[in-house]
């Protein structure tokens, strides 16, 4: 059930390095900035080649997209103050740039641009499993994810999960022993849910736990998908357990498609609606899985195949991209009577103009940073209302 993504052409990135201290903080303070996402992000790298420079392009660039206040750029002090109770933590942090960033994670469209961690980081350039299911677990699955994850470890493989109830927790200690991976949706030092908050201190101790949002952010509903995408960014595959029709974990099944990864599920009581999502995840291709051997074998093969290289970049361009600001003032009412409410992918609106792709994603920027369009899963943009 895997498929690559194809990625807009861009240039070529420099080889990978530790950042400064000094582009340690504008990375940060860039990250943190309004209507500022990873994609976003690395486009802005990409136009201007430092972070230092983006910054100072993002008034500019979001009053051509239509903005009529100024947006926030995240100030100095308070990127300081970030980095340095992620310290005082006992955590650290990791750009994108850098060579202990997770090589799977770099792989994908989006990868964070920088992740908080504490614990043992060489666990995340390790083989991974990242095993998901439902928080209100039957007592079979919460069985059955032990003795799968517990299995999976004792042949050092790493199990990454979300710290959720349910099969999450179960697949945590399960795995703690041969080291266990878990991406929370909050800050770094914000155990979630609380009764998992003795976990999360052994997890510190005896595995890795990452985030993506500052330190303190309590979890909100919208950072789950983003989370989900890092669960299986950083893996081989993704184990399935149990899934309602509407479940989160369908949704993070859906992103290890995007990035290339094999899904894998576990078949359940058709009477069970908790089986539904995995049996028509079967049904659709993915890999059945009965006991911890059946994805051994399979990981086997798929750890041999290389990962896709992205075209997306993970450095400032050697040669920054720039557009020609009269050719950007012609097109952007035409971006704009394309986009609706419905999302449309980026490369049909590249197609429609027949202009190089990047003008036309400088001008998606503009309007991204001025708060007129929305990101979608997929490569795709809507027009905000």
Known sequence: MTRLIDFCHLPQMEQQRELSPEERL?????????????????????????????????????????RKKPIRVCPAGEASREMEALLAFGGRMIAASEPDYPKALSM???????ISL??????????????????????????????IAGGISRENIIVASGLARGIDTSAHRASLEGGT???????????YPRENEALQEEIYERGCVIAEQPMGTVP??????????????????????????????????????EQGREVFAVPGSPMDPRAKG?????RNGATLVEEAADIIDALESIRRRPLKEPDQPRLPFLDPVQPDEQELDRLRPDIITYLSPTPVEIDELIRLTGHPAATILTILLELELAGRIERHFGNRVSIVE
Do not use: C
Request: glycine share 10%; no cysteine.
């Open 108 to 114: 994908i469209a989006d990868p964070p641009p920088v």
């Open 26 to 66: 504008a990375w940060l303070r860039l990250i943190r900035s309004e209507n500022v996402g990873p994609i976003t992000f690395f486009q802005l790298l990409g136009r201007f080649g430092t972070a230092s420079k983006a910054l100072e392009a993002l008034p500019d660039l979001a009053r051509k997209g239509g």
């Open 118 to 147: 504490r614990g043992h980081a060489h666990l995340l350039n390790r083989d991974i499993l990242a095993i998901v299911g439902a928080r209100n677990a039957s007592a079979v699955a919460l069985r059955l994810t032990g003795q």
């Open 278 to 282: 995995t049996n028509n995840l079967i």
């Open 181 to 191: 991976i878990a991406v929370v949706g909050g800050g770094l030092d914000y155990p």
């Open 220 to 257: 909100q509903a919208r950072h789950f998908p983003r989370r989900n995408r890092i669960i299986s960014g950083l893996a081989l595959g993704v184990l399935v357990m149990e899934a309602s029709p509407r479940s989160g974990s369908l949704i993070t099944a859906r992103m290890a498609l």
